[in-house]
């Protein structure tokens, strides 16, 4: 409160004489008179908590760059110093997968735009991330399945000819941590072994053609009775009219808009009328 006065006085031409403005301001116990000390103090103690949150969950350069660094290196296990490094500065292992993994699958991509890194290390570089998704995954326990979301069986997977699949694995990721009963199918052209899925989650890049999603959304029908098939990854913003032009039943990025639609999906009359968001 002294500095933010201080600061105000100073603003207004250094003078120490308080403006006719600043005559009319109570004084700061007159005003904590309005709100209990205990819960003044909670509120305090909450907006520290949100900011604290936010914070923590901001990537911050400069790991992210060692980060990247260490999945370009010749020792494949050296990004293992550098995950030590972002525990200890209190980033979680979810974080790492949900934020530091997709920010270095970014900036991969962009050196390889920009001609600073070639193919076969971004090839390789992708493929460790990939594999840090999966070796985090085994350092943080899963949670018990409970619930109607439990009795769900989700399928991810890619269109034919999609060369990467980290959006897939960091999804499942997503999905496995509250809960559900996920399985990634890694090659696309692949049938999976059963055909009783309830959810098929298609995760495109947004270079694919359009008759190539809409053979994609067909095909992942066959998966199940009548499994809810939804669209996510890089192509949402890339093109209008998704939902209606690929015959999906949902287009999102938003992990809690898909989690809606599987709850919708144990409903026994059916999922209600799904929207895109493109």
């Not at 991969?108 to 070639?118: F, I, K, P, S, Y």
């Not at 840090?132 to 326990?141: A, F, G, Q, S």
């Amino acid at each position: 409160m002294t500095l933010t006065a201080a600061s105000v006085t100073m603003e207004r031409g250094n003078s120490l004489t308080p403006s006719r403005e600043d005559s009319q301001l109570q004084p700061l116990h007159h005003q904590t008179e309005l709100m209990p000390l205990d819960e003044l103090a909670r509120v305090a103690k909450d907006a520290l908590s949100q900011v604290a949150e936010e914070s923590r969950r901001m990537v911050r350069k400069p790991l992210l760059q060692r980060f990247v660094t260490s999945t370009c290196d010749a020792d494949p296990t050296a990004f293992r110093a550098v995950v030590d490094q972002m525990r200890s500065a209190l980033v979680r292992d979810e974080d790492i997968i949900d934020l530091y993994i997709p920010a270095a699958a970014r900036v991969l991509g962009d050196a390889w735009l920009e001609d600073r890194l070639n193919w076969a290390t971004v090839s390789i570089a992708s493929s460790r991330l990939a594999g840090i998704v999966r070796w985090l995954e085994d350092c943080t326990p899963i949670p018990p399945r409970c619930g109607a979301l439990a009795r769900l069986r989700i399928l991810i997977r890619v269109p034919e000819g999609a060369q990467h699949t980290l959006g897939m694995f960091v999804l499942a990721s997503q999905l496995r941590r509250r809960g559900l009963c996920v399985r990634a199918l890694l090659d696309p052209a692949e049938m999976p072994d059963t055909r009783d899925f309830d959810v098929v989650l298609i995760s495109a890049t947004g270079r694919e053609s359009l008759a190539k999603l809409q053979a994609c959304v067909i095909k992942s029908r066959t998966f199940g009775r009548a499994p809810l098939v939804a669209l996510g990854g890089g192509i949402i913003g890339t093109a209008h009219g998704l939902l209606g032009r690929t015959g999906a039943d949902l287009v999102t990025n938003d992990i809690e808009e898909v989690l809606q639609s599987c709850r919708a999906a144990t409903m026994p009359n059916g999922p209600p009328t799904l929207r895109s968001v493109t």
